[in-house]
T-cell receptor, first 114, second 112 residues
Framework: DARVTQTPRHKVTEMGQEVTMRCQPILGHNTVFWYRQTMMQGLELLAYFRNRAPLDDSGMPKDRFSAEMPDATLATLKIQPSEPRDSAVYFCASGGQGVIGELFFGEGSRLTVL | KQEVTQIPAALSVPEGENLVLNCSFTDSAIYNLQWFRQDPGKGLTSLLL?????REQTSGRLNASLDKSSGRSTLYIAASQPGDSATYLCAVSSNSGYALNFGKGTSLLVTP
């Protein structure tokens, strides 16, 4: 059963600490997205990659956020330093096979910054 | 910038009713439109995807329609069941890069 896997599922940290979230896309998918979900803003696109190359990261605060794909099986989202306003659920999604445009989401990483 | 709006924000219906969820978008130059379901504490599950050249898609008790010219989509759920209780999100892709702009969702409660 192919699925997008995200770790950690939950993370509580203190302000100023570095946080790294990881995503394993579905094997063979060539497009990977990072979204952030909050009650106030809903789902916001942070960054996305195609064939491991970043295509758009305009939604990401670049002074503290960075996204990379070290290889085709791993995408990372890093926050350094973290702030309380970064508290949210971060979702990774992948796509690229089968029905054009269909995305498959992971179960998210819930981040709480104290 | 594409804006996606979903109405109503919340809906409560008794089991067995047919219901319609609405989605509107400001830029009609879309590549596709997707409806997702999200259960509490979970990720999003794709329900239906409509390409810009299509008018509707059906899956079981779900039917989604698309009217690009008016910037609207509806998700029709027939014979609702308590298991349908979830948040339903509409999302549009404005180019072939697949990046989706989401509405804030409709929270549906189906009571037994």
């Amino acid at each position: 059963d192919a699925r997008v896997t995200q770790t950690p599922r939950h993370k509580v940290t203190e302000m100023g600490q570095e946080v790294t979230m990881r995503c394993q896309p579905i094997l063979g998918h060539n497009t990977v997205f990072w979204y952030r979900q909050t009650m106030m803003q809903g789902l916001e696109l942070l960054a996305y990659f195609r064939n491991r190359a970043p295509l758009d990261d305009s939604g990401m605060p670049k002074d503290r956020f960075s996204a990379e794909m070290p290889d085709a099986t791993l995408a990372t989202l890093k926050i350094q330093p973290s702030e309380p306003r970064d508290s949210a659920v971060y979702f990774c999604a992948s796509g690229g096979q089968g029905v054009i445009g269909e995305l498959f989401f992971g179960e998210g990483s819930r981040l709480t910054v104290l | 910038k594409q804006e996606v709006t979903q109405i109503p924000a919340a809906l409560s219906v008794p089991e067995g009713e047919n219901l319609v969820l609405n989605c509107s978008f400001t830029d009609s130059a879309i590549y596709n439109l997707q409806w997702f379901r999200q259960d509490p504490g979970k990720g999003l599950t794709s329900l239906l995807l409509i390409q810009s050249s299509q008018r509707e898609q059906t899956s079981g008790r779900l039917n989604a329609s698309l009217d690009k010219s008016s910037g609207r989509s509806t998700l029709y759920i027939a014979a609702s069941q308590p298991g349908d209780s979830a948040t339903y999100l509409c999302a549009v892709s404005s180019n072939s890069g697949y990046a989706l702009n989401f509405g804030k969702g409709t929270s549906l409660l189906v009571t037994p």
